[in-house]
């Protein structure tokens, strides 16, 4: 069975701090995903990393996926209150995603 | 284009009752999903279908019936509801599979309470 831990499951930090979430597996992906979740709402697609070692940014969000493809990391650069919201992440694998349990980020203007 | 969209948003149901919510998309995709969500435990895979007609059990399919009868519809029927089924559904869609690359476009949920 394919897992993904995401640490922390909580995180509530001060506006203008910088952040960084994990997602991490015992196994290989195609590839990686991040979601956001707002409350009420359903996830929307931030990004999707494919390549080991690959890294994207979106604005002040860095995503990196792990040179071995079983990791990845989303590093807030000046974190604003609008970035409050549900993290998920999501390895693809058998034609499926299987998502991590997220991470709650609230900052605090 | 309204995407994804759920019925209903809200229920609470009694121990036992029987009850069907719908999801439609209106982008044309093949692959849809549906999934629950509780606290701390991520979205979980319920049931899943690649097509019209075709349906596959997911992580979590039991106490779950699904049908896909057209494209653009996909049903999930709880036969006799319990407590344990109380959690935030979503129904999600692809134009393929969860590969790659592809994006899956969510629903805003729907809220069951099992009493």
């Known amino acids: ?109 | 284009n309204a995407g994804v969209t759920q019925t209903p948003k809200f229920r609470v149901l009694k121990t036992g009752q029987s009850m069907t919510l719908l999801c439609a998309q209106d982008m044309n995709h093949e692959y849809m999903y549906w999934y629950r969500q509780d606290p701390g435990m991520g979205l979980r895979l319920i049931h899943y279908s690649v097509g019209e007609g075709t349906t596959a059990k997911g992580e979590v399919p039991d106490g779950y019936n699904v049908s896909r009868l057209k494209k653009q519809n996909f049903l999930l029927g709880l036969e006799s509801a319990a407590p344990s089924q109380t959690s935030v559904y979503f129904c999600a869609s692809s134009y393929t599979s969860g590969g790659r690359t592809d994006t899956q476009y969510f629903g805003p949920g729907t809220r069951l309470t099992v009493l």
Do not use: M
């Not at chain 1, 995180?11 to 960084?20: A, C, P, R, V």
């Not at chain 1, 995503?63 to 650069?77: E, M, N, P, V, W």
């Open chain 1, 1 to 109: 069975t394919q897992l993904l831990e995401q640490s922390p499951q909580f995180l509530s930090i001060q506006e203008g701090e910088n952040l960084t979430v994990y997602c991490n597996s015992s196994s290989v992906f195609s590839s990686l995903q991040w979601y956001r979740q707002e409350p009420g709402e359903g996830p929307v697609l931030l990004v999707t990393v494919v390549t080991g070692g690959e890294v994207k940014k979106l604005k002040r969000l860095t995503f990196q996926f792990g040179d071995a493809r079983k990791d990845s990391s989303l590093h807030i650069t000046a974190a604003q209150p609008g970035d409050t919201g549900l993290y998920l992440c999501a390895g693809a694998g058998w034609g499926k995603l299987i998502f991590g349990q997220g991470t709650t980020l609230q900052v605090k203007p």
